[in-house]
C-alpha cells in the first residue's frame, strides 16, 4: 500500500449536483495530483497541487476545482455534474524538491456515479 | 506534446508463458517513463520507472522493461507469468525535469493469465 487513502470510495449522485472527494497524502509527501479514469480508459491529469496552490491543469473545465491544505490533503470539487463526469477519480501523492519531484503515488479511488 | 499508444489492449496468455506488454511515445521533449498495475477495484501501483542511466529497468514482481529512445519505446517483459499477474497495465510519461508532475497514459492492457 502507498499511504494514500481516499475517500468515500463510491459515491452516487444526480446530474446537476455537487460533489467533494477527499484525498490524504502519504506522509512526507507534499503535492498531490487528481486524475479521472472513465471507463475502459487510462487516467487523465485533471490538476496538481503544491503549497496549496494549483499547479498545473489538464483540459478539464472550470467546474473542477480543488483545494490543498497546509497539511497536504485535499479536495476535489465538481459542480454541475453531468453523465459523463462518471468516473474513478484518483489521488496521487509525490514530493516536489529542489530540482525535480518524486514519482507519483496512487490511492485507490474514489468511484463516482451520476444518474 | 506527448502522447503514449499501447499496442495491445488484450494479452492473453497461459501460466508460466513469458510475456510483453508494448508501450510507444511521442514526445518533441525528452521525458520519464513509467508503467503502472491496476488490480480490480483498486488504485494505479508503481511498477517500474525509467529516468535516465541503463536502459534496461527492473521492478517488482519480477517485471523488467527496456527504453529505446530510437524506436520510442518502452516496452514491459517478464519471462513467467502467474495468475496473480492478471491485471490492466499502464504506460505512462512525463516530461524530462518533472518527475513527478502531469503524468500522460495510454490506453492500457489488460493482462489476463490462464492456468
Known amino acids: 500500500e502507498t499511504g494514500v487513502t481516499q475517500s468515500p470510495t463510491h459515491l452516487i449522485k444526480t446530474r446537476g449536483q455537487q460533489v467533494t472527494l477527499r484525498c490524504s497524502s502519504q506522509?512526507?509527501?507534499?503535492?498531490v495530483s487528481w486524475y479521472q479514469q472513465a471507463l475502459g480508459q487510462g487516467p487523465q491529469f485533471i490538476f496538481q497541487?503544491?503549497?496549496?496552490?494549483?499547479?498545473g491543469r489538464g483540459n478539464f473545465p472550470p467546474r473542477f476545482s480543488g483545494l490543498q491544505f497546509p497539511n497536504y490533503s485535499s479536495e476535489l470539487n465538481v459542480n454541475a455534474l453531468e453523465l459523463d463526469d462518471s468516473a474513478l477519480y484518483l489521488c496521487?501523492?509525490?514530493?516536489?524538491?529542489?530540482?525535480?519531484?518524486?514519482?507519483?503515488?496512487f490511492g485507490p479511488g474514489t468511484r463516482l456515479t451520476v444518474l | 506534446a506527448q502522447s503514449v499508444t499501447q499496442l495491445d489492449s488484450q494479452v492473453p496468455v497461459f501460466e508460466e508463458a513469458p510475456v510483453e506488454l508494448r508501450c510507444n511515445y511521442s514526445s518533441s521533449v525528452s521525458v520519464y517513463l513509467f508503467w503502472y498495475v491496476q488490480y480490480p477495484n483498486q488504485g494505479l501501483q508503481l511498477l517500474l520507472k525509467?529516468?535516465?542511466?541503463?536502459?534496461l529497468v527492473k521492478g517488482i514482481n519480477g517485471f523488467e522493461a527496456e527504453f529505446n529512445k530510437s524506436q520510442t519505446s518502452f516496452h514491459l517483459r517478464k519471462p513467467s507469468v502467474h495468475i496473480s499477474d492478471t491485471a490492466e497495465y499502464f504506460c505512462?510519461?512525463?516530461?524530462?525535469?518533472?518527475?513527478?508532475?502531469?503524468?500522460?497514459f495510454g490506453q492500457g492492457t489488460e493482462l489476463s493469465v490462464k492456468p
Open positions: 496521487a501523492s509525490s514530493l516536489r524538491v529542489a530540482g525535480g519531484t518524486d514519482t507519483q503515488y
Open positions: 497541487y503544491y503549497r496549496e496552490e494549483e499547479n
Open positions: 525509467y529516468l535516465s542511466g541503463s536502459t
Open positions: 506522509s512526507g509527501h507534499n503535492t
Open positions: 505512462a510519461v512525463s516530461r524530462w525535469g518533472n518527475q513527478g508532475g502531469k503524468l500522460i
